[in-house]
């Protein structure tokens, strides 16, 4: 049972259009963070919240994190080719060692 | 020149043989970590280091093995390699909350 759940997992959609993807739990993190991953390489760090309610704005990226930091999400606006890749949300437990790694949302924005 | 650095990028092998993937990193990081990445199943921490003298296993660490040479490498050995551990590897080190990955290793056993 994975305690992040990502969704949705797969997203295909024409450049120009607006999309969200979300990283739900029931259980509370003290931080969120976002990666990107691109194909044959590792995943890169978007952003980083930690605030309940917080949101950050990346360019066109736009992370939110729930109010009872149990959730999140990662709104992209007029998405662009260079956008395609795997998002991954990765939650802090305060565990002093290990993030808590959502499966992703691979996402394709055609020309 | 990238930070952390894996090899070999992709290796084929067959069940039963020894494998050992290598780690280099030049960010001067203590912490080192080895994840696995399935398809559907996101990265699992296979093991952990903290410095040269902290090994520690994580989620997952049956069938395999690591070793921390120095600061800068760390290895992942596989004794006798198994159908399901075909998967993609990384490396990672951490600072500050953030984590930064090597380019992975992409192992199939046959």
Redesign the interface.
């Known amino acids: 049972t994975?305690l992040?759940e990502q969704s949705p997992?797969f997203l295909s959609i024409q450049e120009g259009e607006n999309l969200t993807v979300y990283c739900n739990s029931s259980s509370v993190f003290s931080?969120l963070?976002w990666?990107r991953q691109e194909p044959?390489?590792?995943?890169?760090?978007l952003v980083?919240v930690v605030t309940g309610g917080e949101v950050k704005k990346l360019k066109r990226l736009t992370f939110q994190f729930g109010d009872a930091r149990k959730d999140s999400s990662l709104h992209i606006t007029a998405a662009q080719p260079g956008d395609t890749g795997l998002y991954?949300c990765?939650g802090?437990m305060d565990s002093n060692?290990?993030?808590i790694?959502?499966?992703?949302t691979k996402l394709i924005i055609k020309p | 020149d990238a930070d952390?650095t894996q090899t070999p990028r992709n290796r084929i092998t067959k069940t039963g043989k020894r494998i050992m993937l290598e780690c280099s990193q030049t960010k001067g990081h203590d912490r080192m970590y080895w994840y696995r990445q399935d398809p559907?199943?996101?990265?699992?921490?296979i093991y952990?280091s903290?410095d040269v003298k902290d090994i520690?296993k994580?989620?997952i660490s049956d069938g395999y093995s690591v070793s921390r040479q120095a600061q800068a490498k760390f290895s992942l050995s596989l004794e006798s390699a198994i159908p399901n551990q075909t998967a993609l590897y990384?490396c990672?080190t951490i600072e500050g909350?953030?984590?930064y990955?090597?380019?992975?290793t992409r192992l199939t056993v046959l």
């Open positions: 994975q992040l997992q931080s963070q990666y044959g390489e590792g995943p890169v760090l980083t991954l990765a802090d060692y290990q993030l790694w959502g499966a992703g | 952390v559907g199943l996101g990265l699992r921490l952990y903290f520690n994580g989620e990384f990672a909350g953030t984590q990955f090597g380019p992975g």
